[in-house]
């Protein structure tokens, strides 16, 4: 069992900035992708951002040029860096790791709301 712990939510005028940052409990030894989602009130979760272990990275169209993911293999962490933030940002962020493998497991965070005024 993987608790991935997060970090660094709240409030920020747009156009401010914000760090989050997702620990896991435990070491993970195997291939794995990490990420970031975000569930606004009415809507589905959706992915943000994307880094696999070896540190290939996806983002949704609506963060590109704004948001730049990390992770620290060494600290089991991976951090969502978030500039230029929008009023349409505002949402629950949560982490998740999905490890690959015969049987995948795929853990999450509990969430962090990032509330952006505008």
């Known amino acids: 069992q993987v608790h991935m712990v997060e970090s660094g939510g709240g409030l920020v005028q747009a156009g401010g900035s914000l760090r989050l940052s997702c620990a896991a409990s435990?070491?993970?030894?195997?291939?794995?992708?990490m990420g970031w989602y975000r569930q606004a009130p009415g809507k589905q979760r959706e992915l943000v951002a994307g880094?696999?272990?070896?540190?290939?990275?996806n983002y949704a169209d609506s963060v590109k040029g704004r948001f730049t993911i990390s992770r620290d293999n060494a600290k089991n962490t991976v951090y969502l860096q978030m500039n230029s933030l929008k009023p349409e940002d505002a949402a629950v962020y949560y982490c998740?790791?999905?490890?690959?493998?015969?049987?995948?497991?795929?853990?999450w965070g509990q969430g962090t709301q990032v509330t952006v005024s505008s």
């Open positions: 880094i696999s272990s070896g540190g290939s990275t």
């Open positions: 435990a070491v993970i030894f195997r291939p794995n992708s």
């Open positions: 998740n790791v999905y490890m690959y493998g015969v049987v995948p497991d795929n853990y």
